[in-house]
């Protein structure tokens, strides 16, 4: 063990006692678990932060991986945590990790740190399970030791193959690494020393503690309340209401709670009530049940382990009606956190029901009152801040009473909020539509004089904009900013935002480019990333690449994949061949893609630097392109040419003829 300095934790845990609360109250705010089992592409952190835009208007927390290097090739998704301060993963670099976190907090959402210290996995220096490592962060040298070891861990074979002098341990056992004892004040100042550079270094917003039956509840209340983060949930997994009840009150310090807990009962009801069939199982006690745990409640239908994986772990999913089990936490009090994969298979539904919580102004602590209840029909109304709500889940049929209008449905759910919000309603919710989409605009108001305003170039609308009734509807065929309001009284309010990218798609191919990284051979396995799985280029490890083109005096690999749907993408590894070296998990992908391997490891696999821009000089779709130097020529966006004309050519004649779509003209993407 070499330690220089110690924290004494114990004397910085009196004055910010009185900050920390474990989570907010009165919290609106949504969360999204932004990863699944095997998430390497989905959640790379540069794929995060390219989507921050469309988060930040959904989600105001984001729930990423634990985030250290975890020594190994096989990285299990961050659950077998190695080095604390060597923030380079599977899922990036730590320069992109703070990107991403820095991205999303300018958009003022807050990552969520996954937090694994039950346990900690060996460097592997000399084949023990002990050695951990000696990371030396701000001028001071962590490292636990047999000091720091549960003496009953792995059920006491530990101490029987080393000296370990650890406490027993205070929580449940765990086999597949050596329990923490956290008892030890080695353990607790190295924790401590740790949350804070997740928080005040990397600019985490909060934490999630995995496996917290592992260890006595009262450390996350000693760690909380002297590192103060603004927001902690811990997966205390047990579907007894009680325990989890137990558990939170196990955090308190000076009375007060300092950590939330995913509320495991709720979502057991969930699954019941959805894959049974009887929706009354909904009534059934959960955490966010009880109106002085409700604040400390967080809700969710999914998770990283509850998910089917394959027939070795099926998991414990929700099969049936998955959006209206998405529906239920979205309106009901509790801090909702939606699963990735269903935010992936049901966005379009999933924004629709977050964005009716917040216009209700539903939050944590929203109170509650049953008006329909029955095995085909359960109704609950939700007092918000702004309005009230009624959610109705079930096969039976729901009459909404005078005064509320539908705002969101689908099989096995309704969403109605009272007209008293005095708001506009768009049927359809931003995003990435094909050809065009036809939207639905509603007026939610007691003022039956009510009239829709809207503009479509992103302007404020007027009392002279143009105008809809209630329920009519406006058809978009390009790119549009829609911004909708509410005209009663000559005065316009409450301007609501909608933006939809109209995408014209031709079915063409992506070819994969790498560039030659000087290995005796080179293998190209790929999968499609929809879910499926689905290999497209052969088996594990896929299918040696013997194609090449010259760029630029160097020789490139590469090989065509074809892309038929807007929605459709895949995944790509590069390889040695069968046990040998690999890189990282590359996509998602559905243009042309040049990349180089690096020497570089993260977790015993080869980093990957897309160096698209710099080699075809293509950069993002623009509309305004007037001119280009030197003879016009236009492809198509899987690089074919389709055209070419001679210099002069204004680049919107060029296109003349051709159909909707996206070109390539001068290095720029076109849309027409």
């Given at each position: 063990m070499n330690r220089t300095k110690t924290f004494m934790a114990s004397l910085l845990l009196a004055p910010l006692a009185a900050v920390a609360q474990g989570w907010p109250a009165d919290y609106g705010g949504v969360m999204l678990q932004g990863f699944y089992w095997d998430s390497y592409v989905d959640t790379q952190w540069s794929n995060i932060e390219a989507q921050a835009d469309e988060l930040a208007e959904y989600f105001d927390l984001v729930w990423v991986p634990q985030s250290g290097n975890c020594n190994s090739q096989y990285n299990v998704m961050g659950y077998t945590p190695v080095y604390y301060y060597d923030q380079n993963s599977s899922f990036g670099t730590e320069a992109q990790l703070r990107s991403m976190i820095g991205a999303l907090r300018s958009r003022n959402v807050g990552v969520i740190a996954d937090v694994v210290i039950n346990h900690r996995g060996s460097v592997g220096a000399d084949g023990s399970w002990v050695d951990f490592p000696a990371e030396t962060h701000g001028g001071v040298t962590y490292q636990m030791g047999l000091a720091d070891i549960c003496i009953d861990d792995d059920g006491g074979e530990t101490?029987?193959?080393y000296a370990i002098t650890g406490a027993k341990d205070t929580g449940d056992d765990w086999s597949g690494m050596r329990d923490l004892d956290h008892t030890s004040q080695n353990v607790q100042d190295n924790v401590i020393?740790?949350?804070?550079?997740?928080?005040?270094?990397?600019?985490?917003?909060?934490?999630?503690?995995?496996?917290v039956k592992g260890y006595g509840a009262q450390y996350t209340g000693l760690y909380n309340s002297t590192v103060a983060p603004e927001y902690s949930v811990g997966e205390y997994w047990d579907g007894n209401v009680n325990l989890v009840r137990g558990w939170v009150d196990g955090t308190k310090v000076d009375g007060v709670p300092q950590s939330a807990a995913f509320d495991f009962p709720t979502r057991y009801a969930?699954?019941?009530?959805?894959?049974?069939?009887?929706?009354s199982k909904l009534a059934t006690p959960g955490l966010a049940s009880y109106d002085d745990y409700r604040r400390y409640a967080v809700t969710f239908v999914e998770n990283h382990d509850t998910q089917y994986r394959d027939a070795s772990y099926p998991g414990d999913p929700v099969t049936a009606y998955v959006e209206a089990a998405n529906a239920y936490i979205l309106t009901m009090p509790g801090t909702p956190c939606v699963f990735l994969s269903h935010w992936k298979d049901h966005k379009r539904a999933i924004k629709q029901l977050v964005l009716a919580r917040k216009l209700a102004g539903i939050t944590n602590q929203s109170a509650t009152r049953v008006v329909n209840y029955s095995s085909s029909l359960y109704a609950v109304e939700v007092t918000g801040g702004r309005s009230t709500l009624i959610g109705a889940f079930g096969t039976g049929r729901y009459s909404a009473p005078a005064g509320y209008s539908l705002v969101a449905s689908g099989e096995g759910y309704s969403v109605f909020v009272a007209d008293a919000v005095e708001s506009p309603w768009v049927d359809i919710p931003s995003g990435q539509y094909e050809n065009s989409v036809t939207v639905t605009l509603s007026a939610l108001s007691a003022d039956a004089s009510a009239r829709l305003v809207y503009?479509?170039?992103g302007t404020e609308p007027t009392a002279s904009s143009a105008s809809v009734a209630d329920g009519g509807g406006i058809t978009l065929s390009s790119s549009t900013t829609l911004k909708v309001g509410l005209l009663a009284g000559g005065e316009v309010r409450n301007v609501i935002t909608r933006r939809y990218d109209i995408e014209f798609f031709e079915p063409h191919q992506a070819t994969v480019y790498v560039k030659d990284p000087g290995w005796s051979a080179l293998y190209m396995y790929a999968w499609a990333n929809d879910g499926s799985g689905t290999e497209l280029n052969g088996s594990w490890p896929g299918t040696q690449v013997t194609a090449t083109c010259d760029i630029n005096g160097q020789r490139w690999?590469?090989?065509?994949?074809?892309?038929?749907t807007s929605s459709y993408s895949f995944?790509?590894?590069?390889d040695m061949g069968s046990n040998a070296d690999q890189t990282v998990d590359i996509g998602p992908i559905s243009e042309d893609r040049y990349y180089e391997v690096s020497a570089d490891k993260v977790n015993g696999k080869y980093t990957v630097?897309?160096?698209?821009?710099?080699?075809?000089?293509i950069g993002d779709a623009v509309a305004d392109v007037q001119t280009v130097a030197g003879p016009v020529?236009?492809?198509?966006?899987g690089g074919q040419m389709v055209r070419e004309l001679p210099e002069g050519t204004p680049v919107q004649a060029a296109m003349d003829g051709l159909p909707r779509g996206v070109y390539i003209i001068g290095g720029k993407k076109i849309v027409k």
């Open positions: 101490a029987k193959r020393a740790y949350l804070r550079f997740l928080k005040d270094e990397l600019g985490y917003a909060g934490f999630r503690y995995d496996m969930i699954r019941d009530a959805c894959n049974g069939g009887d929706w503009t479509t170039d690999y590469y090989q065509p994949f074809y892309i038929y995944n790509v590894i590069f630097t897309d160096v698209t821009s710099v080699v075809s000089g020529r236009v492809y198509a966006i």
